[in-house]
């Protein structure tokens, strides 16, 4: 908790003084029962105009005053919180950038997400509430039964009786709903995923004519829902009314106790009204006390969630080296072993092979072989577990990260494309590429004729996901944004699943026309597609067992004749 | 919105004796809660002194106050369970209607509505809804209650002192509904921002390890931080012009508390004689009332609020269960058995009516016959089977099985004999066996290994933890191939006559991809089949192959024709062995 306090600090002003003005503003809310008591015992009593007039002058002053203290609590709530939240938000972004892979894998970017938006958001809300209501409450309750003793000790006895139990009653009922509430959220949690998966199978389920079981199912967890709904709802519903009842006796208690002390003459009539103000104010100050816990408590819980990314550092460490593009090798893996963390295998098991410049290299194998963990080394997302990486000559530790990552061109597996137009997608390369630059790229990627044809060209505005291009016109649009960076090294990792044999070649043959500095990565189910590369690896279970030109392969690799004939037959 | 509002409420008709016992037990609660303060009143009027209390009073006004909180306590509790039944009853309607809803609209709005928007109208607008509308109607009843019960009791101590009250209402009123505006624009911004930066979290994050590939972290960070600086001024703006209404309205309550106070005791001790005299104990419970008077209107500027939201999120629930259902086709015929013998006669299909996608196309496929679909990705080889499916309607021309046209027979029957394998698998939440039973629920345990066998994934099955009762989903961790194996399985379990298949295995690895590739060969065994193919066996045995390139089938015929053809599948064809 320690670590986000700290982001409290440019806000310390605010922290203070804001629940300094809230209690001002309850030290004026408790005086009025007081004053008002004066007017009926001192005022109507001695039949007292002038004074009446004053006291009441005075109730409106003590209001405007509790105005201006509220407002000005208000804002310091507001301003701190909503600094923290900024700040926080800021912070948290910042923090996941500088996470590696393994991180990023270990949280999973769902809920990188959730973190920043719907947890740093539930911990500002705690900061804004807790401002506002947590000096109050507390200070009204003791406030109330502190006025109390001052007026009359053995009738304050009454509060102090009273006020535990209405605490246990809401411990009591918080602890029994807030896990219903948490099962009601996983009920509901199902049918959203139901839901989902009746979308997506919508043409499976009709196929099937299954529509009427699923319409059943649903009523049955809408029904199910329901009745875990009604189980919460009968036991919360009971919080409110026994607090009333319980303060309202008590108020009948203070009436029959304060009556015999009237007999008795020490109390007046004017303190027994007071006390029964007293009463109901208690009772306020407890609702609210019950919904503050609310929110704390799920505050706090997202504030761990948020100090929980925030305190987990890089496990990497990156050099100062800048790269020397001149090195004629490449690339050079020497005895790499590599294992995700976590995972008791490893997933690539003594990699070895050079690439000099402007040579191709073919990783072809099964699923879950390896292929592209072998390439997410190069650029560094992962550090290999032992064995050496060397990129122009020096191993990928000693760059700096970025400068290493610039040199290298990446087309990930999943064409995702960014909102955006088509041009700002392709400077993400390169942020000050010309139009030139980007016109070559879309050319190389066979991505210039559909582009051209678009009606806004480059400036074409893509959705997010770039889901309103189809699959292989993503994919060209991933390898020109690779290719805008003009790269030294260029990965293509199954980057031409969808597209036709045809546009496949002319995009190969296009790379080798014009990037004929470039060192390629190439990676792909299709032998027809690696055929040509300098140097082929197959993969078999993270193991290299074959490595070669496509005729050297075909004649000593077992593996690669099985995958060619399978396809070629 | 009134519209919408009366169509919610009609939602509640089933369960309309629970708002009326509702209202009943309000009614009770409230009123008798009212009562309080005069009871209080009173008592303190029976202690008047030292030596003057009466004491038999005292206990008598002890006794029924204690009652009256008594019963109120216990009406309100029981209103409290009968709004829960209303509200959780009329929910789980709405739900019930919505999903089941889901399952009867044409496909074509399944695809055209962005899948997370309709699982936001089951999920979190019917919440909006729930919390809302009928908790909203739940506190604006017990408002009006409160207001019509509190100026009747004032009424009955003080007329004119209440005439006072009511006169200083409209003070209250105006600030809340002036605050209301101010912050509601304020409001609106916050969320416009809010869903931008929700968006560009989800997109930056989501691509993390493409931002990291690009080294585009620091602009990243800037647009981030930008959005983040706007959203941070929006929302203290908003949040302090709406936090501005409770310490307002508690401040024009005060002045009507100190109005009530001055008039009350000058009219106490006869300054004021037309307020008339007033006992200190009816003042107190005077005061009292105009306290609990002025709070409802507090809370009724945040219903409204929440009632807009609500009616929002509604009319999004409504539109869905507006949308056609696929015409009721129960008086058709329904296929009982069939041979498997289709033909399409100049079928015209179009997704968008300006953009004719299929013209005049016009095929035979005899019982038993293999076709296969080839082209590029994306050029509309999945339209062909909406089509046979009906999934989409032709708009011209027609589909007939067995010289019957499929629009005369029940859209489910006619279904019930093809068997459809997909590329994109779909796998449930459920147990292996179940997802393979998924045809015929009623299979026994020996079918379905017996399906997975000829489908060669008995294997892998028998190596999960807990064999066909592992409990699997899309993303438990099987495999692409595997998944294409259970879905294999699935149909082999129902055997239908016609069978779709989508082939393409580009993400499956080399072994998983040759049993794939024996299952289908099993599968097919006897069977009319349309097969997108992505493999040159598959496509050069096929009996015939369409050919199709942006949405039109531009050539077909079988494999000899049309590499003499020398057309596209030529070059196509081809272009795989010069690479």
Not at chain 1, 431 to 451: G, P, R
Request: hydrophobic fraction near 45%; charged fraction near 20%.
């Amino acid at each position: 908790m320690q670590h986000l306090l700290r982001f409290l600090k440019p806000y310390r002003k605010e922290l203070i003084l804001g629940p300094f003005f809230k209690l001002l503003e309850a030290v004026f809310e408790l005086i009025v029962p007081v004053v008002m008591a004066k007017i009926i015992d001192n005022g109507i009593a001695k039949g007292d105009a002038a004074y009446v007039g004053k006291m009441c002058a005075l109730i409106v002053l003590l209001g405007i005053c509790g105005l201006g203290f509220a407002l000005t609590c208000q804002y310091f709530a507001a301003k701190c919180a909503f600094g923290f939240g900024t700040d926080l938000r800021s912070a948290l972004y910042r923090h996941i950038n500088t996470l590696s892979h393994t991180e990023i894998d270990r949280f999973g970017t769902s809920t990188l997400i959730n973190r920043i938006t719907s947890d740093a958001t539930s911990a500002q809300t705690g900061v804004n509430m807790f401002i506002r209501l947590a000096v109050r409450a507390p200070f009204l309750i003791i406030g109330a039964i502190v006025m109390a003793l001052l007026i009359d000790v053995k009738l304050s006895l009454i509060f102090l009786i009273i006020a535990p139990i209405v605490g246990l009653l809401l411990y009591f009922v918080m602890n029994r709903t807030v896990p219903m509430y948490r099962r009601n959220q996983q009920k509901l949690d199902t049918i959203a995923r139901h839901t989902g998966e009746n979308l997506d199978g919508m043409r499976v389920i009709r196929a099937f004519s299954r529509q009427k079981q699923e319409k059943d199912e649903f009523s049955q967890e809408c029904a199910d829902l329901e009745q875990s709904m009604l189980a919460v709802g009968r036991i919360s519903a009971i919080l409110n009314p026994l607090t009333f009842m319980i303060m309202n006796l008590g108020i009948v208690a203070v009436i029959w106790f304060g009556g015999m002390q009237i007999n008795t003459g020490s109390l007046t009539q004017g303190d027994l009204t007071a006390f029964a103000n007293y009463m109901t104010q208690i009772l306020l100050a407890m609702v609210v006390m019950a919904n503050l816990i609310v929110i704390l408590t799920k505050a706090q819980a997202s504030a761990l969630r948020v100090q929980d990314v925030l305190s987990t550092p890089s496990s990497m460490t990156e050099g100062t080296a800048q790269p020397d593009r001149e090195s004629e090798e490449v690339i050079s893996f020497s005895h790499v072993d590599f294992a995700y963390a976590g995972a008791g295998d490893n997933s690539l098991d003594d990699i070895s092979f050079t690439l000099k410049k402007g040579q191709t290299l073919g990783i072809i194998g099964g699923t879950g072989s390896g292929k592209s963990t072998l390439a997410s080394l190069i650029p560094r997302y992962y550090d290999a577990k032992s064995g050496e990486i060397r990129i122009f000559g020096k191993p990928v530790q000693e760059y700096d990260t970025k400068a290493l990552r610039k040199l290298i061109g990446v087309v990930p597996q999943k064409a995702l494309l960014f909102s955006g137009t088509i041009a700002e997608n392709l400077r993400w390369a390169d942020a000050d590429a010309d139009e030139v630059q980007m016109q070559k790229a879309l050319d190389i990627a066979q991505a210039a004729e559909f582009v051209g044809k678009l009606q806004y060209g480059m400036n074409t505005h893509l959705v997010q996901g770039g889901r309103n291009l189809s699959g292989g016109q993503k994919q060209r649009l991933t390898i020109a944004r690779a290719l805008t960076g003009q790269p030294a090294i260029l990965i293509l990792d199954d980057s031409m699943s969808a597209l036709d044999y045809a546009t496949d070649l002319a995009l190969r043959t296009a790379l080798k026309e014009q990037c004929s500095d470039m060192t390629i990565i190439m990676i792909s189910q299709r032998a027809t597609s690696l055929m040509d590369a300098d140097l082929i690896l197959v993969m078999d279970d993270g193991r290299c067992t074959g490595l070669g030109t496509h005729e050297e392969l075909l004649e000593h690799c077992e593996e690669y004749r099985e995958i060619y004939n399978s396809q070629m037959s | 919105m009134k519209k919408t509002i009366l169509r919610i409420l009609s939602y509640c008709r089933p369960y309309r004796r629970y708002f009326i016992l509702t209202i009943l037990c309000t009614l009770v609660s409230v009123s008798l809660s009212l009562l309080v303060p005069i009871l209080i009143g009173e008592a303190v009027d029976c202690a008047v002194g030292v030596g003057q209390v009466d004491f038999d009073g005292l206990a008598k006004i002890a006794v029924i106050l204690a009652g009256a909180v008594l019963v109120s306590g216990i009406f309100q509790w029981i209103a409290g369970l009968f709004i829960n039944r209303l509200a959780f009853g009329t929910i789980r309607d709405f739900r019930t209607e919505l999903t089941a809803k889901l399952e009867e609209v044409p496909l074509r709005y399944i695809d055209g509505n962005a899948r997370g928007d309709l699982i936001a109208r089951v999920i979190p607008d019917i919440e909006i809804i729930s919390d809302g509308l009928l908790q909203g109607f739940a506190q604006l009843f017990t408002g009006v209650v409160t207001i019509v019960g509190t100026l009747l009791f004032m009424l009955t101590i003080n007329v004119k002192i209440t005439v006072i009250v009511v006169l200083m209402t409209p003070i209250s009123l105006f600030a809340a509904a002036k605050i209301t505006a101010l912050s509601h624009s304020s409001f609106q911004r916050q969320s416009a921002l809010r869903g931008e930066m929700g968006g560009l979290t989800e997109e930056m994050i989501g691509g993390q390890k493409i931002v990291k590939a690009f080294a585009y972290e620091e602009r990243a960070v800037e647009r981030f931080e930008q959005l983040n600086k706007e959203l941070g001024a929006a929302s203290l703006k908003a949040t302090f012009f709406s936090s501005m209404s409770n310490p307002t309205t508690r401040f024009v309550n005060g002045l009507i508390y100190a109005a009530v106070g001055t008039v009350g005791a000058l009219g106490a001790i006869g300054v004021l004689p037309w307020v008339g005299v007033m006992s200190v104990g009816k003042l107190a419970s005077f005061l009292s009332y105009s306290n609990q008077y002025t709070k409802p209107f507090n809370e009724i500027s945040g219903v409204v609020a929440e009632l807009q939201n609500a009616v929002s999120c509604a009319q999004r629930v409504f539109e869905v269960l507006d949308t056609p259902s696929e015409p009721d086709d129960s008086h058709l015929e329904t296929v009982t058995e069939c041979r498997g013998e289709l033909s399409f006669e100049n079928v015209q299909f179009s997704y968008v009516p300006e953009k004719p996608l299929i013209r005049n196309f016009s095929m035979g496929a005899k019982a038993g016959q293999r076709i296969a679909i080839v082209g590029p990705t994306g050029c509309g080889k999945s339209t062909i089977i909406n089509l046979l499916l009906r999934f989409y309607e032709v708009e011209g021309g027609c589909i007939r099985l067995d010289g019957k046209p499929t629009t005369e027979l029940t859209r489910d029957s006619l279904r019930s004999h093809f068997g459809m394998v997909l590329q994109e698998t779909w796998i449930f939440t459920g147990t292996v066996a179940e997802n393979i039973a998924y045809g015929k629920p009623d299979a026994t345990r020996e079918e379905i290994e017996a399906a997975a066998k000829a489908s060669y994934a008995h294997g892998f099955i028998k190596r999960l933890p807990e064999g066909y009762d592992t409990v699997i989903s899309d993303t438990s961790g099987l495999s692409q191939g595997q998944k294409q194996l259970l879905c294999i399985a699935r149909i082999m379990l129902t055997s239908p006559p016609m069978l779709i298949l989508d082939e393409a295995t580009s993400s499956i690895d080399i072994r998983t991809e040759q049993r794939v590739q024996k299952a289908f060969e099993k599968l097919m065994q006897g069977k009319t089949s349309f097969i997108i193919a992505h493999r040159l066996s598959t496509i050069r045995s096929a009996d015939h192959i369409l050919v199709m390139r942006d949405g039109n089938i531009i050539e077909q015929g079988d494999h000899d024709a049309l590499m003499a053809q020398g057309g596209f599948y030529a070059n196509l064809y081809r272009s795989q062995f010069v690479g």
